[in-house]
Each structure stands twice: as C-alpha cells, then as structure tokens.
C-alpha cells in the first residue's frame, strides 16, 4: 500500500471525518470492500481515484501522496513562525504564514531556514527618516546574485524582488519592521534583527 498512497492515512483522514468506509465508498462509486482491502494494505485505489480520494477526504494531493496531513498550528499569527519557500527553477518566492505544503514547477518546495548574516553577506542598514535603506555588497550576476530582500513587521511583511545585473538594495518602512531577510541564490536565506 505504500506504493503511493498508504491505507493508514486513508483509514485516518476517513475517521477524523467521522465517515464510515461504506460512506467514503458512495463518494467515490466503489465498494466499501475496495475501502477495506486499501486500508489494510491489500489493494490499491486505481490512479483515476486519487484526486475524488484526496476531495473526499479534505486533503491536497501532496498531502495524501507524503502521508502526512499539514496543519498550521500558527493560530495566533506569530510572525517567527512564518514561513519562506522558494523555486529553484522559476525563482517565485511563496510566504505562508505557518505549516504549508507548497509546490511549484512540479515540485514540491522545503521551507527555508533563516541563518545569521556573515561576512559575505552583510547588510548595511541606514535610517533616512521614516525608512530603513537597506544595501548589501555582493554579487549581482548571472550566476551569483541576492533575489529579494524582506522586511518583517509583527502584523506582516514586504518583499522586495531583485535581479541579477541590478543593485543589492531596496527601502522599507521602520514602523513596526523587526526583521530583515534576504535570499542569495548560492547560500540560502538570511535574517538580521533590526
């Protein structure tokens, strides 16, 4: 049954439902004995049921095919909880603001985690009036470049992209920013406090 989807997490997304398996089984035009035999390892859903599967049991594809169902549990919007995800392929930078699945260009994204700044990537942090104007010496080629920088408030954040042959810089409101994020293609993501 772990071929691609496993009978345990079938069994439990059925039951945290309150379904019965001949319930699940009227939702997909199956028997409930075909339920039963997926459940237990002893069949398999036919890939045409895979998507009315996951509809039936309130999950997303990715969620049904990891065995694993994500729940945010960031009720109490923690902006440290937030969390970044980016594409390797296409460069879309996704912010979720808890526990997520995330895809893109067929892929599914890891979230990113945050280190400290070093010596390479450090930012320069100037206030001028109600903004901070944020610039970091570094590349900013083809190959070797910084993508977006972020500032992060405790009600939310601001993103901005950059490009390759562009300078490393952007502005961002002080109010309220206490973190400053921002992604080197080669060497992941960094945060400095503010």
């Known amino acids: 049954m772990n071929q691609y989807v496993t009978g345990a997490m079938i069994k439990r ?3 945290n439902r309150g379904m019965t398996q001949q319930q699940l089984a009227g939702k997909l035009a199956v028997s ?3 339920i039963s035999r997926w459940e237990t390892g002893r069949g398999y859903p036919d890939i045409s049921l895979i998507e009315p599967l996951a509809g039936a049991l309130g999950v997303s594809l990715i969620e049904l095919f990891s065995g694993e169902d994500v729940t945010n549990r960031n009720r109490a919007f923690n902006m440290l909880r937030m969390k970044l995800y980016m594409c390797p392929i296409c460069g879309n930078v996704v912010q979720a603001i808890g526990e997520a699945v995330v895809s893109c260009c067929g892929i599914v994204l890891p979230p990113l985690e945050a280190e400290p700044e070093d010596d390479a990537h450090r930012l320069n942090i100037e206030r001028v009036e109600d903004e901070y104007y944020v610039t970091v010496a570094h590349e900013m080629s083809k190959a070797h470049y910084i993508s977006f920088m972020m500032a992060m408030r405790d009600n939310g954040c601001e993103i901005v992209k950059l490009y390759p042959e562009g300078s490393a810089e952007a502005r961002f409101r002080v109010s ?3 973190w400053l994020y921002y992604y080197c ?3 992941g993501l960094f945060r400095v406090p503010v």
């Open 176 to 178: 309220r920013t206490k």
């Open 185 to 187: 293609n080669r060497h």
């Open 13 to 15: 997304l059925r039951e």
């Open 32 to 34: 409930d004995k075909a």
